[in-house]
């Protein structure tokens, strides 16, 4: 009558039945395991590109030595040992500063002359031997978890700042653009799941439906729900798997390109410091959003 009927005593004792069901069912409706692997392949290589754009901007951003610096002035007349002194003063605002560098009027006037040598050699030149334009000042990293409003008020209370400079805007501006490709990604995530989701659920209904007056028969001779559901979760965590597997590798690959090809204007995450991360959280995806379609569709169509 039925081939689960004609091997009962190996459905119950064989422990790799179930596998042997699911590659089965996988193999009836190849094309639609195909599709489905394909589909959920590419949906994990899209978050895994977003996810690599957030790498990359922390990465790049991580470089740009004035985000998370200022430069406070000194008083132009103060000698060179006051000068020391609020530096050290500086450096005791341990709660608030990273670091402290003193650049002195010699070195950014010499700095500012390599600067422009090439382009303008004699835009000094109007300058008299010992007159300096510039005055020494203080680059100063602060701390990530403390604002530019509490660093530069801590600095302007102290006696020989007279000014102070922070890149409050840039760093607002790159905030805020973590935050939207953030929420973005975010969006992505939830919208691929439920395509991807759906696509198993098209797949595993196939089979349910192939297999339906053999599922109701194993229900009527006293197969449990869980052995009979069994074979097609298998089959939904076979097809995440495999696409896990593909999106791993289309995702180095695709990487590697653009990595190349951008490698001028920035400078690329090496893909070495991520690769371990995506392929186990390709994977859960993958497994996760198997179980589930098929879950749902076990829930729908298995009642009998």
């Not at 007279?162 to 501006?173: L, W």
């Not at 069994?230 to 995702?251: D, H, K, N, R, W």
């Amino acid at each position: 009558m039925s081939r689960h009927l004609k091997h009962k005593n190996r459905i119950v004792f064989a422990p790799f039945y179930q596998i042997e069901q699911a590659f089965g069912g996988l193999w009836s409706n190849r094309i639609m395991t195909v599709a489905s692997i394909l589909v959920l392949a590419a949906c994990l290589v899209v978050i895994g590109s977003f996810y690599l754009v957030i790498r990359n901007i922390n990465y790049n951003t991580a470089d740009i030595s004035h985000l998370n610096k200022m430069v406070a002035y000194i008083d132009e007349n103060y000698t060179e040992k006051q000068v020391g002194q609020v530096k050290a003063e500086v450096e005791q605002m341990v709660d608030l500063v990273e670091g402290v560098t003193l650049i002195s009027k010699q070195q950014a006037l010499q700095e500012e002359k390599e600067k422009y040598e090439k382009d303008y050699p004699h835009m000094f030149d109007v300058l008299e031997e010992d007159e300096n334009p510039y005055r020494d000042s203080l680059e100063i990293t602060y701390l990530e978890d403390v604002t530019v409003a509490e660093v530069t008020s801590a600095l302007e209370g102290v006696d020989g700042i007279e000014r102070v400079v922070a890149y409050e805007d840039i760093a607002n501006s790159v905030s805020q653009l973590k935050s939207i490709i953030a929420r973005v990604f975010g969006t992505f995530i939830v919208i691929l799941f439920a395509v991807t989701v759906f696509v198993i659920i098209l797949t595993i209904r196939f089979v349910v439906i192939t297999h339906r007056e053999e599922v109701k028969i194993m229900r009527y001779v006293g197969a449990t729900t869980r052995f009979i559901a069994a074979p097609y979760i298998l089959e939904g965590m076979i097809i995440g798997t495999v696409a896990a597997v593909l999106a791993s590798f289309l995702q180095g690959w695709l990487y590697g390109y653009i990595a190349n090809a951008m490698s001028g204007a920035v400078t690329p995450l090496p893909y070495s410091d991520v690769s371990m991360l995506l392929w186990l959280g390709f994977l859960a995806i993958g497994i996760v959003t198997g179980i589930v379609g098929s879950a749902i569709t076990l829930y729908r169509y298995l009642r009998v």
